[in-house]
């Protein structure tokens, strides 16, 4: 049984001007000690498959189809009670802006505390003796200070290493980190990528790592997703999405990276942008931008092919699987 | 080595601004009343100040996109902003076509304000909510021309607009109507509609999605050929340095580490500030080198370290680098760098 399996998640909003689908047909499986890389620009829906699966959502966000199963039992449909064991305890989340996370009138040492109380049922010292283990695992300088400090006293990249810290207090299953460097400069992410990675492979924690930039998921993650319009086009091994994608909305992206481009030449830009989810066009939600798009995408909603490792949403790719089955079949033949 | 050769030759490049000893300070002590301490005594008045730029010189060559890259608090924007005349330098000069332009009046500066102009980071907050785009981008053409009539500015602002890829029937929406990448070319819009030469931008895509983030490099680099403009380009983001920028400048601590042809500062970056933070890109290839980790953090702008501003975190600093303010000196790859180790051939 895989540590946690999504199976057809589907989370709407009710808003006033109707329905709107966030997240559609969300299908995936973390093993244990696994890394999953989340891509997909702003409004992909990234976020919200994060916070749904800690069934996280509020209105008028829900969960209107499908299971999320964590060894085996449906969060989706489990009490407010049992759910409270699970967060923060089994699965833990890290937040892009840790000055937005910490509790700016509560120490370092206060917050992580609260949460190892909250959990488990031990005395005041040694919750304080497993709080200074675990900012000595993340390399923090000096703990025992650091402890009596307050969020504001810290640098940002000391901050986002506090908030690992609290993530791992518990020793949890599941890390989902959302944006968990996006706020820091290129030096800080580099070691704090690095500091996730090593605290991952020594615990065998899976980590579910949300992010738009496709050279940390490339160089962290075993497997990886990308999203568009909220749902999942096309996912499998990283290596294979890096060095091979199928979908042309993943090329595209690839190709906009500025390291793609030789210098001073003009970058390959998708045109325009991605809809609004009040505005997802029919068919597949990308053919108003895609230069491949055939007249079935702009009426049917592309089912999933396989190619390689992956899973593709495209009618491009499954019809160019076709004929290639076709083509083998009369080679076959002859 | 076969860089040499191409890079050397554009030294000869008309120099558009200059920069010369630029010093800025802020002061973080407050009003005068709350500089009043009492010490042993007496009533004394003490400043503290952050010191964001210590002795910037940089020339910015006509054509060319400089970028200015470093970590937050490097004091990258703050040169942007005295550049402008957003800030006024607390120290050296600035100087548009062999004209200092510091220290002129607001008036002196009108005809200036023309030729250079500023996109900012945030398109969200740098367009006015209560104007319609066409008012947004009319305002600045009218200011700068007052005897040029309405029927020419809408040709103006249409023309602008039509450039930039925002269809000219959008003038009457609101700025909210656009999305981000659409407003960021609304900013471009408004720069461009002025005729500038010399166009600072701060950051100008770091808010913008990846796909959207070409769209505006690409229009950047295009309106740069097509109407001769110089860029004072300001990021956080080597990758995109490397894509766009002609000569590359890095900043750590409010000082100019390194300058060079971008070429090769990333073939062959010298200062070792320059080479921790290029070995920091997330690449996506595998098997990079393992990038350099830097001790410490950035050590804060209220008390400069002594020396070298580097030396605190420097794998290679000595005692001189302690002691002594590094000088730049040229390299042989065409461009400067602070650093002792260099100069003496440590590294």
């Not at chain 2, 030759?9 to 009492?38: C, M």
């Not at chain 2, 029937?169 to 500038?196: C, M, N």
């Amino acid at each position: 049984m895989a540590l946690l399996e999504v199976k057809n998640l589907e989370v709407r909003f009710g808003l006033r001007s109707g329905e709107v689908h966030a997240l559609r047909d969300i299908n995936f499986t973390l093993e244990r000690g696994e890394r999953l890389g989340v891509v997909g620009e702003s409004g992909a829906g990234k976020s919200v498959l994060g916070f749904s699966i800690l069934n996280l959502l509020s209105r008028p966000g829900y969960i209107a189809g499908g299971e999320i199963l964590f060894e085996g039992r449906n969060l989706a449909v489990m009490s407010a009670k049992e759910l409270r064991s699970i967060r923060g305890n089994r699965i833990s989340m890290i937040f892009q802006d840790p000055m937005m996370t910490l509790n700016p009138v509560l120490t370092i040492g206060q917050q992580m505390v609260e949460c190892l109380l909250a959990h488990r049922k031990i005395s005041g010292r040694d919750a304080k003796n497993i709080a200074l283990q675990k900012l000595k695992q993340v390399y923090i300088p000096s703990p025992e200070k650091r402890f009596d400090q307050y969020p504001h006293e810290l640098s940002g990249g000391m901050r986002q290493r506090i908030v690992i810290a609290i993530g791992l207090l518990m020793d949890p299953d599941i890390i989902i980190a959302d944006e968990p460097t996006t706020a820091l400069d290129v030096t800080i992410q580099a070691e704090i990528m690095d500091l996730m990675l090593e605290l991952c492979e020594r615990n065998n924690v899976a980590l579910m790592l949300i992010t738009h930039d496709l050279g940390v998921v490339s160089q962290v993650t075993q497997q990886a997703m990308v999203m568009y319009a909220g749902r999942i086009i096309e996912q499998g091994p990283t290596r294979e999405i890096i060095n091979d994608a199928q979908h042309p909305y993943t090329q595209g992206l690839m190709n906009a990276l500025p390291q793609m481009a030789i210098p001073g030449q003009r970058l390959n830009q998708i045109r325009g942008s991605m809809p609004p989810l009040q505005k997802i066009p029919d068919g597949c939600a990308f053919n108003p931008r895609c230069e491949y798009a055939m007249e079935v995408c702009q009426t049917q909603l592309p089912d999933y092919t396989s190619s390689g490792g992956c899973r593709v949403a495209c009618h491009l790719v499954a019809k160019m699987k076709l004929e290639e089955a076709a083509a083998r079949q009369i080679e076959e033949a002859n | 080595m076969t860089t040499t050769v191409p890079t050397t030759v554009k030294t000869a490049a008309e120099s558009l601004v200059q920069i010369e000893d630029l010093y800025k300070r802020f002061s973080i002590s407050g009003d005068f009343l709350e500089q009043i301490k009492l010490r042993g005594g007496k009533l004394v008045r003490e400043q503290e100040h952050v010191h964001a730029i210590n002795g910037v010189t940089l020339d910015v060559r006509k054509g060319e996109a400089l970028c200015v890259v470093g970590e937050s608090g490097c004091g990258k924007s703050t040169v942007a902003r005295t550049v402008m005349g957003l800030l006024s330098p607390s120290g050296g000069s600035i100087s548009y076509q062999g004209k200092r332009i510091d220290n002129l009046s607001d008036r002196q500066l009108m005809p200036y304000r023309r030729k250079m102009q500023m996109i900012f980071q945030n398109p969200y907050a740098s367009l006015n909510p209560r104007m319609t785009i066409a008012q947004t981008l009319e305002e600045p053409v009218r200011f700068h021309n007052p005897k040029v009539s309405i029927a020419e500015v809408r040709d103006k602002v249409s023309e602008v607009m039509q450039s930039v890829g925002i269809d000219p029937t959008w003038g009457k929406r609101y700025a909210h109507e656009f999305s981000g990448g659409q407003r960021q070319r609304i900013s471009i819009a408004r720069a461009l509609a002025v005729d500038p030469e010399f166009i600072v931008a701060d950051e100008p895509i770091s808010a913008l999605d990846v796909s959207i983030q070409a769209q505006v490099l690409n229009l950047m680099m295009d309106a740069q050929e097509s109407r001769n403009l110089t860029y004072l380009f300001i990021t956080h983001d080597l990758a995109v340095v490397e894509h766009f920028g002609t000569r590359v400048a890095v900043m750590y601590l409010g000082s100019l580490c390194e300058l060079a042809p971008t070429k090769a500062l990333f073939a062959t970056p010298r200062h070792p500030y320059t080479q921790a933070l290029l070995s920091a890109i997330p690449r996506l290839e595998t098997g990079r080198p393992a990038h350099i980790k830097l001790k410490g953090e950035v050590p804060t702008p209220v008390n400069l370290p002594s020396g070298c501003v580097f030396h605190g975190r420097c794998p290679h600093a000595n005692e001189r680098c302690k002691r002594e303010i590094p000088q730049l000196i040229a390299t042989d790859e065409g461009g400067q760098v602070a650093c002792h180790a260099v100069e003496e051939g440590r590294i």
